[in-house]
């Protein structure tokens, strides 16, 4: 009947790999070896089946970060599959083209699952989008940011116990330490996901010079922006992704670093959390196709959703007793109080979100919801202009501030979660659910 399938398998094993030369083996436990998992690249329209089997060490639930999953393969925290069992998830991916990510959510131990390697990049593209010219192929990057603490014997620290926040003292992309990449002095599309448990990122770019380079991005969570927004840094939260066009034709032969500005008072400064990796340029273009400007206008097709000046739920994140985290006083684990919202289905609801004191930030994330970011208020910062430029499905709610955002559901009835994506935070029960009816 028309309909294209694709069936893919994927196992949750331990592995060990040498991180740093010269030192021991890192324990890990990944997807199909690896960690990050592999990337997908899957046509817009094309359902996937994923069969997810267990052979890790503790019991393990997949999410599709950002998709419009039906809730049976939303990866519901305590739908788990235990040590040996398998699950088949089915994906749609009817949502546009974007670049969204799946990760585990069991109960309780997201963080360090995700921490030691389950977590994968997985594009939806349109081939409609090819048009534009954006530069593709090997000139089209995903690059997965997350944060480590190596132990001297080469294996990984485990995060703490700290419920607060768990910061590494090493930025790796793509599971590497401060990787070197090779690239030629053209344009390239750069696809950022921010798969930290708890670190936010102010990303620049610099000369040899320390001279931040001007860059566009051209997409966030929900796919491409109507036109790109041009800036000199870039602030990624936990769970969000940010898509960039960065120019390197006029730095032949030289290296450029990409690095992290993030200023906040409760991260505990370590030494080189202020370099996330170095693009080394090289001298000659080998594919000179798809390196022209971008397009002033990129998507003409963003699904904006009605405009609304009632609000609908106002939702309070903010400390439960000694080390737990709640949304308006309402833990994870209370699950005859945990629906806060009962939305119909492909409707908009205006939710406001408040920061409601101490020194830890909150990206708020709202799962089958695609939101228009409305307002900030109570900060210094308000909206930032990517922020506002697409669809997104990650806020960052900073202390002081409140957020407006209009969440827009997709189709499913269901009972969906949403939740802070700082993983300790999620993890020490700052999510809750709604059901859509
Ligand atoms: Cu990326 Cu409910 O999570
Ligand atoms: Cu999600
Ligand atoms: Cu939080």
Redesign the pocket.
Known sequence: DGRTVQFYSVEIAPFTTQVYPNLGLAHLVGYNGTAPGATFYVPKGTETIIRYLNNGEQSAAV?????YTHSVW??WASDEMQVGQWKDYYYPNSESARAIWYHD?ADGHTASDAYYGQAGVYIIYDPAEDALGLPSGKYDVPLALSDKIYQSNGDLAAPSNNPINFFGDTIEVNGQPWPYMAVEPRKYRLRFVDMSLSRPYNLYFADPSGNWIPFQVIASDSGLFGGPVSTNDLTISM?ERYEVVIDFSSYAGKNITLGNNMQQTQITEYTNTDKVMRFVVGNTVSDSSNNGAVPSTLNGNIQWPAARTTVDHTFNFQMGGESTWTINGVDFSDANNRILARPPQGTVELWELHHTGGPAVHPV???LVNMQVISRTGGSRGVLPYEAAGLK?VVLLEPGETVRVLAFYGPWNGVY?FHCHNLVHEDNTMMDAFNTT
């Open positions: 999410h599709l970060h950002g998709s939303d990866g959510h769970g994330h709202i799962h499905d979660m």
